[in-house]
């Protein structure tokens, strides 16, 4: 969410010297999408003193420093490398920076910077940015796609089943994911599953209910490789979850399931992204564990409708796939 804020001061800092710190997991996809900056990567947990020194190595103390994270060790690494800084007012903001706001959070997350770039003088989030990839980097990915036998050409279609944080109530069960794959290969897609580290066992719940030879990438995979493999999909399916906000980042058709979380705070960008919800007195509950253990927010959607809302990304390229929909 932070990317189209990052692009907005990267592009207004011309002549200067822009350095991004990141976590070592995603400093590959940074430097890709921000070939021109320097990225600092760091480890969860690292002191914020010798993120310092490394930073002091690449030059004298900052003038600006800004942070988008409302984590407290963020903001005193910007007091102490900064001669300026600025931050959320949260954890510490307002003592530890030169200047805090409090993000309007009835708004999307896309926009909570959005206080701080008008402060320096800067439009706001542009919500059609995307995030470009090196062609190189693409050219990975497609071939990744074609080692597990996909057609690039063929219209591949991604299931992203798992989730990363946020607990048992964000996931979309294996089971319809798999009915899902179904469909697509009927409808004349190649469905193929995006999965992270720990997710194989997700995977094979989905092959196996999908009754065909589905296969599996990206779990061995980091950001920018996961990145590369998602700007070759036609389109995603994904919970509310890291793959799906990255793919409609790079502008791949994406269909986001949510649950229990806000759609109105953290749906994927628009136009690419398209959030499906069963509608619930009770959701969106922000709760990990579903409180009536049934899950019914998400359990409740059919796959039937996933696939129509897939298909309809595709009406004018698939009409033959519009017709198989409708039948």
Known sequence: MALPVTDRVVRANRGGTTILHVRHSTAGLVTAIFPKVEVIASTCGESPL????????????????????????????????????????????????SWAYKPDFSRHQLHDADALLTHLGLEGVDEQWRAPLPESLIVQGRRVLQDAGIDCNA????????????????????????RLAALLKNGGFDPVVIIGPGEVKIARSVAMASGIDLP???????????????????????????PA?????????????????????????????????HSLECAPCGQLKCPLAYNACLAELDPSDVYLAVVKQFEELRPDAVRLAGA
């Open 155 to 178: 219209y591949p279609v991604g299931l992203a089943p798992g989730v990363a944080q946020g607990g048992s109530a964000k996931r979309w069960p294996e089971e319809k994911f798999g």
């Open 216 to 242: 599996v990438v990206a779990e061995d995979l980091d950001a920018e490789g996961l990145a590369a493999v998602l700007s070759n999909l036609s389109a995603l399916v994904g919970n509310d979850s890291g």
């Open 245 to 277: 906000h990255l793919a409609s980042a790079l502008g791949v058709k994406t269909v986001a399931l949510f649950g229990p979380t806000d759609d109105r705070r953290t749906a994927p960008m628009r136009p690419e992204g398209l959030v499906m919800r």
């Open 50 to 97: 010798w993120t310092i020194g490394r930073l002091r190595r690449l030059g004298a103390r900052a003038d600006i420093g800004l942070t988008m994270r409302n984590a407290g060790r963020a903001k005193i690494l910007l007091r102490l490398s900064s001669r300026w800084s600025a931050g959320t007012a949260s954890q510490g903001g307002r003592s530890l920076l």
